[in-house]
Each structure stands twice: as C-alpha cells, then as structure tokens.
T-cell receptor, first 115, second 116 residues
Framework: AQKVTQAQTEISVVEKEDVTLDCVYE???????LFWYKQPPSGELVFLIR??????QNEISGRYSWNFQKSTSSFNFTITASQVVDSAVYFC????????????FGTGTSLTVIP | DAGVIQSPRHEVTEMGQEVTLRCKPI?????LFWYRQTMMRGLELLIY????????DSGMPEDRFSAKMPNASFSTLKIQPSEPRDSAVYFC??????????????FGEGSRLTVL
C-alpha cells in the first residue's frame, strides 16, 4: 500500500495564482515525520520543510505555507502568488520512527507556472 | 560545509559493463540512502545504511545490484552487468540521525546513468 499519496500528477497555473499541492499519508505510528522536497528542472532535490507528528501548527515561510491535519492524514503545501521559478516537481515524504527511519516518498506533483 | 558528493555526475556505458557509483555523505551523518529515479517509477529506495550497516536492501532490484559502505565517509553502488533498464538518475542522501531523531535527508546532485 502506498504510504504517501500525491493524487495530483501535474498542475498548471498562471503566474500569481495560488496553488495547493495535496499530500495524504498512511501510518500506524504515533511518532512520524513529514517532509516536502522540491526538484527543479536542474534535477537536485531540495529540502523545504519537516514536520513531526506532535506539531500540528501550520507553518508559513514567505510565499510557502503548509497545512498539517492529523484528522485527515494530510500535509498540504500552498504556494501563494506563484512564480515561474516555482515550476518544479514537489515530493511529499514520510518517515516513521518504528520502521527504522525509512523514508517513503510520494510520486510527486509536477507544477508548471505559466508566465 | 560540503554537501553530499556523488560521482560520476553522468555515465554512459554499454550493456553488460560494470558500473560503480560513488557517494561521500556529509561528515557526521550516520545514515546513508541510495535512491533511483525514473519517469516510470519515480523515486525508489534501493538500500539504506545506519552506521555503515545495511538496514534494508529490499529495494535492490536484483542480484546485479550491490552496495557497500566500508566506512562512514564512503559508499558505492555497483551494477554488474548493467542493462538498458538500469538507466536512471541515482541519488545518494545522508542524514544525521540517531534511533529517535528523524531529520531531513540531504541529497547529492545525482548520477545520471545511461546504459546503451
């Protein structure tokens, strides 16, 4: 079973629009960690954020914000006023304390911001 | 501080040849991961090490793949013999984790392998 589901395969938005990338996870652990990574066209994987299961506070960093809801097992990522430089593939990931800290990545969402 | 260093960045080889990919994790990081990325299968975990010991190699596709971590600062992923379907980008990542400290993965820039 897929532990991390990113149902949106591809999204296109026009510059300055807001966009939300969905991430749903599955775990039985009480202690786990959630992550978002960005992979721009150049190919490297860039860490964006980490959240632990005990901290449901939403986080904002500039134009980026994350909404963590344990009740729906979701960790969604919103980009406000999108820019062309936001065009990338975004991966959500889960790490569970009881599985030896193995990381599980979603299949990624490809975001294209059209100028 | 240097990040995770992978070599080679690009490798083109012919089917049947041996391929060795190398990774130097960030100093002080005690967990190391090898991932493979393809369009069809996305990011797949191949193997990961904690304190140089392989913990889970269930993602290694078959016996043609092997990975070693002889010391804390070096790991190799070897494919012998290589096949065209092994063409992919191979990422190495490390993290400074203990048993109950799950930090983020720091990725190298990847090794793009093309097997003709």
């Amino acid at each position: 079973a897929q532990k991390v589901t990113q149902a949106q395969t591809e999204i296109s938005v026009v510059e300055k629009e807001d966009v939300t990338l969905d991430c749903v996870y599955e775990t039985r652990d009480t202690t786990y960690y959630l992550f978002w990574y960005k992979q721009p066209p150049s190919g490297e994987l860039v860490f964006l954020i980490r959240r632990n299961s005990f901290d449901e506070q939403n986080e904002i960093s500039g134009r980026y914000s994350w909404n963590f809801q344990k009740s729906t097992s979701s960790f969604n990522f919103t980009i406000t006023a999108s820019q062309v430089v936001d065009s990338a593939v975004y991966f959500c990931a889960l790490s569970e304390e009881n599985t030896g800290n193995q990381f599980y990545f979603g299949t990624g969402t490809s975001l294209t911001v059209i100028p | 501080d240097a990040g995770v260093i992978q070599s080679p960045r690009h490798e083109v080889t012919e089917m049947g040849q041996e391929v060795t990919l190398r990774c130097k994790p960030i100093s002080g990081h005690n967990s190391l991961f090898w991932y493979r990325q393809t369009m069809m299968r996305g990011l797949e975990l191949l193997i990961y090490f904690n304190n140089n010991v392989p913990i889970d190699d269930s993602g290694m596709p078959e016996d043609r793949f092997s990975a070693k971590m002889p010391n804390a600062s070096f790991s190799t992923l070897k494919i012998q013999p290589s096949e065209p379907r092994d063409s992919a980008v191979y990422f190495c990542a490390s993290t400074p984790r203990g048993p109950s400290n799950t930090g983020e993965l720091f990725f190298g820039e990847g090794s793009r392998l093309t097997v003709l």
